[in-house]
């Protein structure tokens, strides 16, 4: 019985070891993969190299506290790379009357992901309300982000998929929208779009676990941060301070978004498509 228990105990400590492993290994390989990710999604030619230098990426989220809840690991990411990252953020997260406060925090957490203010647009529209039983105007978020992309030239737009990660209504929408405007396509030619993958619920909450998992699954782009992007994306949580439910510090803890982010792209339809 001993002997058993012996054996199980080098057993545990084994795949803990091999777990470790694997874990330096996909941080040291990131880098580089990163960087030929980031060419295929863009689909720039093999004849020449491409770093950060050359993304010019939208963020687009539907409250204040998305950019870090949900998206830290590529924000960090992007701007390691020297990547131009802009933040189109729909609502000010007025649910509770605390819009001022919440423009103001995102304002704050986007500082210590290293967005500038000057990149940042945040929407405030009667018809575009913080409220999960709202129905969002496809259109009206459609042309938004249409106009948005256009303005700026940006070649690449990551935002939430089918559903949404926490399943919030105006997180789909926004979904339904870049889905709308991929297939009528009113997508310039150079533009990439990408959704956040949403995972199941145990995958979801435990924590840097699930990083080997993130790294094996098949997936278009897939960003990866260690211990000191971690107190970063932390650092920005903390920025909303009108969030901070006591279920919000289990999610800083536990939640894998808050290490690794995996995105698939939305295919494009064709240009110019009319729509009668």
Not at 58 to 79: G, K
Not at 187 to 192: E, F
Not at 237 to 242: E, Q, S, W
Request: aromatic share 10%; with cysteine.
């Amino acid at each position: 019985m001993v002997a058993v228990k012996i054996m199980s105990l080098y057993l545990v400590v084994f795949i803990f070891l091999c777990y470790l492993a694997l874990t330096k290994c996909i941080f040291y390989r990131h880098g580089q993969t990163l960087r030929k990710s980031l060419k295929l999604v863009l689909n720039v030619s093999s004849s020449r190299d491409t770093d950060g230098a050359d993304v010019r990426a939208l963020l687009v989220t539907a409250h204040p506290d998305d950019e870090c809840m949900f998206f830290a690991p590529t924000i960090i990411r992007l701007v390691e790379l020297n990547a131009s990252v802009h933040l189109l953020c729909l609502s000010e997260g007025n649910y509770y009357n605390q819009g001022d406060q919440r423009r103001q925090e995102l304002l704050n957490s986007c500082a210590v992901l290293g967005i500038p203010a000057s990149r940042i647009t945040i929407v405030d529209h009667k018809k575009l309300p913080d409220d999960p039983k709202a129905e969002w105007s496809i259109s009206l978020v459609s042309s938004t982000i249409v106009k948005h992309i256009r303005a700026h030239s940006f070649n690449m737009v990551l935002t939430f998929d089918g559903r949404g990660v926490s399943g919030h209504a105006n997180h789909v929408a926004i979904h339904k929208a870049v889905r709308h405007i991929a297939s009528t396509g009113q997508v310039p030619d150079d533009c990439c779009l990408l959704s956040l993958v949403t995972v199941g619920l145990l995958r979801k909450y435990i924590s840097i676990l699930e990083l080997p998992l993130s790294w094996l699954l098949p997936s278009c782009l897939c960003c990866i941060i260690g211990s000191q992007g971690y107190r970063r994306a932390k650092a920005a949580m903390l920025c909303h301070r009108t969030q901070l439910l006591w279920f919000r510090y289990l999610y800083i803890t536990f939640s894998r978004y808050m290490f690794v982010n995996t995105f698939q792209i939305i295919p494009q339809g064709p240009k110019n498509l009319k729509i009668y």
